[in-house]
């Protein structure tokens, strides 16, 4: 049964995990040799927004959302899934050369060395497992907004759900807010991530885009 699932997926979909993968491979590259940040990044508002170690549940929610809708994309829509993979890897891949040519971090982390509760253990071990460095454009904002936008896509052909695009821009934006509460990213990562993922947004989704909203006013002009 398997084996039939997977025949049927095309060929294109095997070979946008190859751009994923460099992608992956490259930031973990960084993450390995890369040379402490020379570029700081701090604002006022950074000082203004309390550590809160509630927020490590939407940001851990990520690598769910995310892998979720990659999975989901996969097996039941190549054409968006091909967007989604170019999305994703351009995202990851442009971000990356920002870190190798404009190397930053921050160093807005409170001292968890002695976390009070299971939440700040799971901050604790955040902060372990992923530095403090390649921090702008922030990979969790680039990744959440197409997320959201392949999915959305995908609820208007096949679930037409009017809930889900409110659940998942919820979703989005809660994990994008995490960034900064638990003290992982400046508010200029978040920024500088949403600019990339408008950018990566008009050029991957921009004519399809265009095409629907123009059928969609068509439509209602005929009616």
Same mark, same amino acid.
């Given at each position: 049964?398997?084996?039939?699932?997977?025949?049927?997926?095309?060929?294109?979909?095997?070979?946008?995990?190859?751009?994923? %993968?460099?992608?992956?491979?490259?930031?973990?590259?960084?993450?390995?040799?890369?040379?402490?940040?020379?570029?700081?990044?701090?604002?006022?508002?950074?000082?203004?927004?309390?550590?809160?170690?509630?927020?490590?549940?939407?940001?851990?929610?990520?690598?769910?959302?995310?892998?979720?809708?990659?999975?989901?994309?996969?097996? /039941?829509?190549?054409?968006?899934?091909?967007?989604?993979?170019?999305?994703?890897?351009?995202?990851?891949?442009?971000? %990356?050369?920002?870190?190798?040519?404009?190397?930053?971090?921050?160093?807005?982390?409170?001292?968890?060395?002695?976390?009070?509760?299971?939440?700040?253990?799971?901050?604790?071990?955040?902060?372990?497992?992923?530095?403090?460095?390649?921090? %702008?454009?922030?990979?969790?904002?680039?990744?959440?907004?197409?997320?959201?936008?392949?999915?959305?896509?995908?609820?208007?052909?096949?679930?037409?759900? /009017?809930?889900?695009?409110?659940?998942?821009?919820?979703?989005?934006?809660?994990?994008?807010?995490?960034?900064?509460?638990?003290?992982?990213?400046?508010?200029? %990562?978040?920024?500088?991530?949403?600019?990339?993922?408008?950018?990566?947004?008009?050029?991957?989704?921009?004519?399809?885009?265009?095409?629907?909203?123009?059928?969609? /006013?068509?439509?209602?002009?005929?009616?």
């Amino acid at each position: 049964m398997l084996r039939k699932l997977f025949q049927k997926i095309p060929r294109r979909n095997w070979l946008m995990l190859i751009p994923l %993968c460099i992608g992956g491979l490259y930031f973990l590259l960084l993450e390995l040799i890369a040379p402490a940040p020379r570029y700081i990044l701090h604002t006022p508002l950074d000082d203004l927004i309390p550590f809160t170690a509630a927020f490590i549940i939407p940001y851990v929610t990520w690598y769910f959302y995310v892998a979720g809708t990659g999975v989901l994309l996969f097996f /039941k829509d190549s054409d968006e899934f091909v967007r989604f993979a170019a999305f994703l890897s351009s995202g990851m891949i442009i971000a %990356c050369l920002i870190y190798t040519f404009w190397p930053n971090g921050q160093t807005l982390r409170p001292d968890l060395s002695a976390p009070q509760g299971p939440l700040e253990t799971l901050v604790h071990l955040l902060y372990i497992i992923d530095t403090p460095t390649n921090s %702008c454009p922030s990979i969790h904002v680039v990744y959440s907004i197409g997320s959201h936008a392949a999915l959305v896509r995908y609820n208007r052909t096949y679930w037409r759900s /009017k809930a889900l695009p409110a659940v998942s821009l919820t979703a989005a934006v809660f994990i994008i807010l995490s960034t900064v509460f638990v003290k992982q990213h400046s508010v200029i %990562c978040i920024v500088g991530g949403l600019l990339m993922a408008l950018i990566l947004y008009i050029v991957i989704y921009g004519r399809s885009a265009v095409r629907y909203y123009r059928a969609q /006013k068509a439509a209602k002009a005929a009616y």
